[in-house]
């Protein structure tokens, strides 16, 4: 199991953050505007993959309750986005288009087959969702593109998904200088999608500078 240190704890509380900020957004605003659910259905498919094993294996309770509040809240978001309105009825499918169930899913299956440390299931299901979290948030990152502005609740919401994945990489840099654990898969996971977020974190400082809205209209953004 992964030792805990200030800098996963860190992670796991931005990523939680990140959570409720969405889930705070949907029900103030009754509006989900601005969110992409195809990258919370990545992230699901990321959650069921990496923690399938609370099914035989108990760690911690707080690794338990972490692992539960992720699968659990990632459903109702996608609930609630997909299906319950008035939230659903914003949804917009027509600028949320990218197809990730081809072009991103299967591809990170076949490397997370591929590049598995051992062929057990456990160890395959563990690395196909690291690359698939690698380029969970291109579809919210295209979505972010095609609008002409940025809610604030919606770029602190994809600015702590960023961040928690920082800490995650710092979280690793610290126990491979600790005790020399490294996994390949992980830190390049990391490092593909710490880099899809840079030209994100570029704007979103612009403009918490500024004082105002952001906007990547317009802009290149590192994966288009």
């Given at each position: 199991?992964?030792?805990?240190?200030?800098?996963?704890?860190?992670?796991?509380?931005?990523?939680?953050?990140?959570?409720?900020?969405?889930?705070?957004?949907?029900?103030?605003?009754?509006?989900?505007?601005?969110?992409?659910?195809r990258?919370?259905?990545?992230?699901?498919?990321?959650?069921?993959?990496?923690?399938?094993d609370?099914?035989?294996?108990?760690?911690?309770?707080?690794?338990?309750?972490?692992?539960?509040?992720?699968?659990?809240?990632?459903?109702?978001?996608?609930?609630?986005?997909?299906?319950?309105?008035?939230?659903?009825?914003?949804?917009?499918?027509?600028?949320?288009?990218?197809?990730?169930?081809?072009?991103?899913?299967?591809?990170?299956?076949?490397?997370?087959?591929?590049?598995?440390?051992?062929?057990?299931?456990?160890?395959?299901?563990?690395t196909?969702?690291?690359?698939?979290?690698?380029?969970?948030?291109?579809?919210?990152?295209?979505?972010?593109?095609?609008?002409?502005?940025?809610?604030?609740?919606?770029?602190?919401?994809?600015?702590?998904?960023?961040?928690?994945?920082?800490?995650?990489?710092?979280?690793w840099?610290?126990?491979?200088?600790?005790?020399?654990?490294?996994?390949?898969?992980?830190?390049?996971?990391?490092?593909?999608?710490?880099?899809?977020?840079?030209?994100?974190?570029?704007?979103?400082?612009?403009?918490?500078?500024?004082?105002?809205?952001?906007?990547?209209?317009?802009?290149?953004?590192?994966?288009?």
């Open positions: 199991a992964a030792a805990m240190n200030i800098f996963r704890l860190c992670g796991d509380m931005l990523h939680v953050s990140s959570i409720m900020l969405l889930l705070y957004k949907l029900h103030k605003n009754k509006s989900c505007i601005g969110i992409s659910c990258t919370q259905e990545m992230y699901a498919v990321v959650f069921l993959l990496r923690y399938v609370l099914c035989w294996i108990f760690i911690s309770v707080y690794n338990s309750v972490m692992k539960s509040l992720f699968i659990i809240s990632t459903f109702y978001l996608i609930y609630i986005m997909r299906y319950q309105p008035p939230v659903a009825t914003t949804y917009d499918r027509e600028k949320d288009r990218f197809k990730h169930e081809v072009y991103l899913l299967p591809p990170a299956v076949l490397l997370g087959i591929i590049t598995a440390h051992e062929w057990t299931l456990p160890e395959v299901m563990w196909a969702s690291i690359w698939v979290e690698s380029v969970a948030i291109i579809p919210q990152l295209l979505l972010l593109q095609r609008m002409r502005e940025v809610e604030n609740l919606t770029s602190d919401f994809v600015g702590a998904m960023g961040a928690y994945r920082a800490f995650y990489i710092l979280n840099i610290y126990r491979y200088m600790e005790d020399g654990h490294i996994r390949w898969v992980g830190w390049l996971g990391g490092i593909v999608q710490t880099m899809l977020y840079l030209d994100f974190f570029y704007f979103y400082a612009k403009s918490k500078v500024s004082g105002g809205k952001l906007s990547l209209q317009g802009e290149a953004v590192a994966i288009v």
